[in-house]
Each structure stands twice: as structure tokens, then as C-alpha cells.
């Protein structure tokens, strides 16, 4: 089913057409609404009669988060405080937060961008759908949750915490459709498994996963223990939350809603844009954003724009999956690492169980990656009283890891259950090297 056919199958002209009339009248009305643009515009010797197509948006400035840091908390704002009904912040770990305000017109954007999401996944009217992001300034529950009532399925505004409760609500209420962060996912699944819930007796049969990178490893683990059909979701606060791009029946990528969000890959390092199929940053501009529209966002997130066309008949352009973050990067001895890299590794070993850290440390100025990771409980009931199966293991995955990684780490092992789980956002790696 597609949510909006007129829209996510436009041809490819027309698209283009509708691109460039939006992009010109953005750029029009950040020029005369929000000083940050008109200056740099300005500097860049720019008006928006310069933007009439939408291959003219190479002209344009770029936006990074320390933009919206330094005009915090209102200053990329383009509507008047009357037309703002909602106000998100993105978790942000240093400084400031960028708060993002929303109009009416935002919020009816979003819901539209969600339920297309939502359709492609499959969901209907007579889902009953729990959303386990969590609600408040973080764009995750809420989002989700417009999207749910909008499309007419009943939702469960869950929220994160509580995951015992959640599990007696998925089997009492026969909840059939979940949305949470895929780490948050398997934590589920583990309670309910504990709680001696059998996957027989849910009725769940679709998820909508984001928020973090998850590999298609994490995909199949999280699928066969929940007895569902896994999908990805993709979005950040500052374009507008989970919707910016959706998986739909193909899973070949996350097609992103073109008609209000349009991608652009760039080289981070000399910010030239790249060809469809190359790997580079990821940059969105806002086509229909009131409340604060943005120009050619850096999202920092690493992956590529996918060509040809989608066997769906939606003809918005995929993204591939997310491959890291350019500011997330690992660069161990010299050798560029990707967390996903790793779980990708250590998902395809059957004794290893989907819960790892990497830690990095500096010694002796060498750089040192430790990587922890749960045994299966199954894998360590055999043999528990020696310990040669855990020496075994972590030569395992340290000799797989070499190989993929072409550098070293150190494995370690961990019982099943030690590792802490998290709710929203998993942290995933410790990088020590900035405190020495
Ligand atoms: P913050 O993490 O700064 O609070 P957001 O909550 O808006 O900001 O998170 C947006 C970021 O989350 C994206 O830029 C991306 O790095 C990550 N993200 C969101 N969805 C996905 C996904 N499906 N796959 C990989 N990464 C994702
Ligand atoms: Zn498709």
C-alpha cells in the first residue's frame, strides 16, 4: 500500500519541477526571515532570484549544528513565536541543545511524512501500535505518535521505561506494531523472554526501528525473537524527527520524502557533492518547513544516495543504510573504524550475543580498541566451570575482527546480562583518548 501515490510516485520531471519552485520560495523566505541566511547569502553575493531550479542549490550555504548552537535557542527560527505550537530539542552531548519549533503546517507535514512511512511498513487501521521512543523533547515519541493517529491505527503511547509493563501491554492488548531503537528492541525481547512470554503468543508482526545505525544482522535477531517484520525508520530533529526517509516492502534502502526533504551527498572534507552511488555526508534542505527552515544541513551522517528505481513504483530516492557518523568515525592507528563495522563482525559469530561496547585508550601513544561483548547463555552452560571456552571465543572474534578491521583489538568476553541496556539511544563506544 502507498500512503500518498500522487506524491511518492511523481515522475522524476515533475518532482525536479516541484523541487525547485519550493526550494526558491524557502530560500525567499529565510532571506527576509531569519538574519543568520540573509547574512551569509549576503557575504556569498547570493539573492533568491539566483535559486530557480533546484540544481541551483549547490549555490547556497551550508548549516552545521554549531550554527544552530550559536544562535541558540531562537535565532534560525522563521516564524513568529504566535505560529510556533511545539518546541523539540535534539539530546545534543555537549553545549547547548538545538531547539527546533514547529508550526501547525510542520506538525501536519510531519504526520503526512509519517503515515506514508507507516503504510509502506504495512500498518493499517486495525493495528494496534505501541510506541516505545521516548516522549518529551526528543523527536522520536511524539513524531511516531502523530503519524499513528493520523493514518487511524490505535496507538500506545508507551514511552521508554517500564519494559515489563510493555511487554504484559504487547500480549494483553494484542499490540501488533512496535516503534523503538533497535537496541531497545532486543532489550524487549530478552524481558519477554525472561518473563516466559513466548513469541507464539504476541500478535506483533511489524516494528519500526531507527534513531541509531543497526545493521542487517541486528535486523534478523531482533525479527526472530520478536516474530516480526523489521523496518527502518530515519530522521533527526533538525529537519524534523523520524520520517525524513522510510524502508518500504524492497528493504533496499530508506526513501526519503523528496517533496519536503531534499538530499544532497557531499565529500566532508572538500564539500563537493558526490554521484549517486558514492559514499559521503548526507545534507537536507527543508522545502516546506515554516517554523525554522534549513538550508543544506550537514547531518554528519555518513552513507549514499542509491540509483536506479525502486521495484515499489515510489519513485523518491532511496538512502542507503547509515554507515557512520563523520564525527563518530573511529580513527584507531591511523585506520578508519566504523562501530557498525564491529557489530556487523560480532552479530555473524553464533556464540556472541547482539550486546558489545568498544572502548578506546591511548597507551604508550598507541591506540588501544577493546571490544566487550556478551557470550549467548547457551554458548557459556556448556563448560561454565573452565574458562577455556571464553579464551576461545575471544580468540575467535579477535582473529575475525583483525580481518575485517585490518587492525587489532583486544576481546573480552562478558556474561550474559552484564552489559547495561538502554532505552533510548544506545552508547555504544567509549573513546578515552580525549581525556589524556
Ligand atoms: P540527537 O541524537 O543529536 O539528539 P536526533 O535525535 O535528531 O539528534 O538524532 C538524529 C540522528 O540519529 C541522525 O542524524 C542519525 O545519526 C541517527 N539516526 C536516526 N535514525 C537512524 C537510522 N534509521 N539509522 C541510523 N542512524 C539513525
Ligand atoms: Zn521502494
Keep these: 500500500m502507498i ?5 511518492e510516485c511523481m515522475p522524476e520531471e515533475q518532482k525536479r519541477e516541484l523541487q525547485g519552485k519550493r526550494l526558491h520560495k524557502v530560500v525567499d523566505y529565510v532571506y527576509h526571515n531569519v538574519p543568520f541566511y540573509r547574512h551569509k547569502m549576503q557575504e556569498m553575493g547570493i539573492e533568491p532570484g539566483d535559486i530557480q531550479t533546484i540544481d541551483d542549490i ?8 554549531q550554527d544552530l548552537r550559536d544562535n541558540y535557542p531562537f535565532g534560525l527560527q522563521a516564524a513568529p513565536q504566535s505560529e510556533i505550537i511545539r518546541i523539540h530539542a535534539s539530546t545534543g552531548t555537549t553545549g547547548n541543545p538545538t531547539i527546533v519549533g514547529y508550526t501547525r503546517k510542520d506538525i501536519d507535514v510531519w504526520s503526512e511524512c509519517m503515515s506514508r512511512c507507516l503504510t ?14 521516548g516522549y518529551g523533547l526528543f523527536t522520536g515519541g511524539l513524531g511516531v505518535h502523530y503519524g499513528v493517529e493520523n493514518l487511524g491505527a490505535t496507538v500506545v503511547p508507551t514511552s ?23 537496541s531497545y528492541a532486543l532489550h524487549l525481547a530478552e524481558v519477554i523472554e525472561q518473563m516466559g512470554i513466548k513469541k507464539e503468543d504476541l500478535k506483533l508482526r511489524v516494528g519500526a526501528f531507527g534513531a541509531e545505525p543497526w545493521t542487517e544482522n541486528m535486523r534478523q535477531e531482533i525479527q526472530a525473537r520478536l516474530g516480526l517484520k523489521g523496518y527502518n525508520i530515519y530522521g533527526l530533529s533538525e529537519i524534523m524527527g523520524p520520517c525524513v526517509s522510510y524502508e518500504c516492502e524492497c528493504q533496499d534502502g530508506s526513501h526519503i520524502n523528496e ?3 531534499y538530499p544532497e551527498i557531499i565529500n566532508p572534507v572538500t564539500l563537493e557533492p558526490l554521484e549517486r552511488g558514492t559514499d559521503g555526508e548526507l545534507v537536507f534542505t527543508t ?3 515554516t517554523g525554522m527552515p534549513v538550508l543544506r544541513y550537514r547531518t554528519r551522517d555518513l552513507c549514499s544516495l542509491l540509483p536506479g528505481d525502486c521495484p515499489c513504483g515510489r519513485t523518491f530516492v532511496r538512502m542507503s543504510a547509515i554507515k557512520g557518523r563523520s564525527d563518530d568515525m573511529l580513527i584507531i592507528r591511523g585506520i578508519n573504524v566504523f562501530p557498525s563495522q564491529v557489530e556487523s563482525v560480532l552479530l555473524e559469530i553464533p556464540e556472541c550475543a547482539p550486546y558489545y561496547r568498544l572502548i578506546v585508550d591511548r597507551k604508550d601513544n598507541l591506540d588501544i580498541l577493546t571490544v566487550q561483548v556478551e557470550a549467548r547463555p547457551d554458548y557459556l552452560s556448556e563448560g561454565f566451570d573452565t574458562l ?3 579464551t576461545a571465543l575471544e580468540k575467535k572474534v579477535a582473529d575475525r575482527l583483525k580481518s575485517v578491521l585490518s587492525i587489532s583489538s583486544v576481546v573480552q568476553i562478558k556474561m550474559p546480562g552484564s552489559l547495561e541496556r538502554f532505552e533510548g539511544k544506545a552508547k555504544i563506544v567509549t573513546d578515552n583518548r580525549k581525556l589524556v
Design 120 to 133: 509502506a511498513y504495512g500498518v493499517q487501521r486495525s493495528d494496534i501500535f505501541s510506541v516505545a521512543y
Design 388 to 390: 577455556s571456552p571464553i
Design 160 to 182: 521508554t521505561g517500564g519494559t515489563q509493563k510493555h511487554a504484559k501491554l504487547i500480549k494483553d492488548l494484542g499490540v501488533t506494531g512496535l516503534a523503538c531503537t533497535p
Design 58 to 65: 549547490v549555490k547556497l550555504p551550508f548549516t552545521t549544528k
Design 259 to 261: 517533496d519536503h526533504f
Design 287 to 289: 522545502l516546506t518547513k
Design 3 to 7: 500512503w500518498n501515490p500522487i506524491k
